[in-house]
Each structure stands twice: as C-alpha cells, then as structure tokens.
C-alpha cells in the first residue's frame, strides 16, 4: 500500500524525463511518418521500446522505494542508524553535512548532560547542606514554649519540606534506589502521621486512623513522599474539621474537611505547575507536589486519584495493589 502511495511522488520527480520520452516519441513518429516506413515496423519497434522501458522504469522504481524506506527509517533514529550508501555527487555532499550535524549534536548533548550533571549535583548537596542549619533552628526553638516558638516551629518545618520537595523534583528522573517489599502499612502511615503531627496540633485538625493490619508491596520511601504530600495539602486547605485516613482492599484512602477542589479542576490536579483555583486565591500551592506524587505513583505502579466536592472536602485514594508487584 505504501509502494503504490509513492508512484505519483516518482512521476513527478521525474516528469523531465517522462516528458523529454514523449517528446522522443513523437519525433520518431514523426520521421517514420514523412520517410512512409513500414507501419508493422514501426509498432514492432514502439513495442521492443516499450518493453526495455517497463523494464528499466520497474527496476529504477524499485530502488527508488528501497532508498525512500531507508530514509524512513533513519527519521525514526536519526543518531544511530548508519547512512545509506551515496549514489552520487549529490548525496555524498548531502551525507558529509548529516555527519557534521550529526557530530555537533552529540556534542551538544554531551555537554548539556555534563552540565545537568554538574547542576544537579550542586543543588543536591546544597539543600543536604540547608538541613543542618533547620535541623538546629528547630532544635533551638524547642527550648521555648511560647506561641511565637511554636509558630515559627510550624513554618521551619515547612521549609524542611519544600527543601524536601525540591530534593525529590531534582532526583525523580533518576531514582536507583529504589527496594520493593512487603511492607506493613500501618508503620508507613503512623510515621506519616507522626511527622505531621506539629501541624495538625497547631492548626487543632483531628485526625482518625483506623489500622489497615496489612501489608503491601511497595517502596517505602516513595508511598511515604505520596502519603506525606497529600496530608501536607489536607493541612494546607483545611482550617477546621478533621482528616480522616482508612484502607480499603488495599487502598488508602485520605480524606479531608477542607475547601475542596472545583470539579473543571480536578482533571489537571496532577499536572505539573498546575496550582487551579484554590491555589491562585490561597496563594499557597506551588503545582509540585501533587504532580511528583502522581510520578511517584506512577514508578511504583500505584494508581492515585481524587474526588472532591467544593465545601465539603477532598478524598485521595493510593491503590497500592493496581498490579501484581514481585517482592525482591
């Protein structure tokens, strides 16, 4: 089907020559006619002619489809296929400038991917470094217990986790350490919880656990990022009420009294950058974390999802066993 979509492509490319045969043609007819030679000559000749033509044509034709699909090929993998062999002047200039892109290129790539590296590494150690100095301040203020102290507490503890959140966004692409296990779901949620603790305590939101007793296999790094994220954002948009966290069949489900999320929203939550209308008028919501959970999700082959009702609240749901995971 291919073959035949490239026949009006051939003749056009070589509609000179297609004309110039006509022209041809025509002036042996012409001569054949004022010399009144023989007609059964004549068409024998038309016909030997013809022939060799078909031949000829069929053969260039084919050739010309065996290059067009090796060009096809190679817009696929630009970089790794190896050039056709040139059948001409034309093409081996046209293949020496490919080759001299091709070097630059990977030139460029090398160099971008150094500097990613190099980028990357700095910023890495850089907010490994900036947790000393909050690990300290917080240390100072527990010494004080005062309402500033405790204040202050809760917004250092917010730095800890955007600090946190910038070290995952930087590192997501290339998690190599990952460990799947089974792992006892109530220790990751109770820890969860525990490191939120401050802020539920501060903001005076209940929260109502009842213990799953199952296990899961899962990376427990990655569930605790997911679950540590969406507690951080019923905390974000919950001022007063509870969140409540159950497990059914192996779901998670996290659910919250807050604002809740608009339903034209809902669709585009997970995207990254995408802060939707809670987050331009609240001003508090950076569109990261929602999108590095569900990338998260995604890497463990966990299914997250969302429903939410405006003035109601939210309700997350972590489907940790969306496909059959083998324990290392």
């Known amino acids: 089907m291919e073959t035949i979509k490239l026949i009006p492509k051939y003749l056009w490319q070589y509609k000179f020559v297609i004309v110039l045969l006509f022209v041809f043609t025509a002036v042996f007819a012409l001569i054949a006619y004022l010399y009144q030679m023989a007609v059964e000559a004549i068409l024998y000749a038309f016909a030997l002619c013809f022939a060799i033509i078909i031949i000829l044509v069929a053969i260039h034709f084919y050739f010309y489809c065996k290059k067009h699909f090796e060009r096809t090929r190679l817009l696929n993998y630009p970089l790794t296929l190896q050039l056709p062999i040139p059948q001409n002047l034309t093409e081996t200039e046209l293949y020496a400038v490919i080759e001299k892109i091709r070097e630059q290129y990977k030139n460029d790539i ?53 600090v946190e959140m910038a070290l995952w966004y930087l ?122 959970s569900r990338r998260a999700a995604d890497k463990l082959s966990h299914k997250l999802s969302v429903t939410s009702e405006i003035g109601t609240g939210s309700k997350f749901y972590i489907d940790t066993n969306t496909y059959n995971l083998k324990v290392e």
Request: proline content about 2%.
């Open 110 to 162: 090398n160099k971008k991917q150094k500097e990613h590296s190099e980028y990357l590494e700095y910023y890495t150690m850089w907010m490994h470094q900036i947790k000393t100095p909050i690990s300290a301040m917080g240390l100072i203020l527990q010494n004080s217990d005062t309402k500033e102290s405790r204040a202050l507490t809760a917004e250092l503890f917010r730095i800890e986790q955007y």
């Open 171 to 292: 590192r997501m692409d290339d998690m190599t350490d990952m460990v799947f296990k089974s792992y006892d779901l109530d220790e990751i949620i109770k820890e969860a919880v525990r490191k939120y603790a401050p802020l539920f305590i501060s903001k005076k939101i209940k929260v109502n656990y009842s213990p799953a007793n199952c296990k899961v296999i899962t990376d427990k790094k990655q569930l605790s990022f997911i679950i540590e994220q969406i507690l951080s954002n019923a905390i974000k948009y919950t001022e007063k009420g509870s969140v409540t966290i159950t497990v059914e069949n192996k779901v998670i489900i996290i659910e919250d009294t807050g604002i809740g999320i608009r339903k034209e929203d809902l669709p585009r939550i997970f995207e990254k950058g995408y802060t939707g209308y809670n987050g331009r008028i609240e001003k508090k919501s950076t569109g990261i974390g929602l999108y590095l």
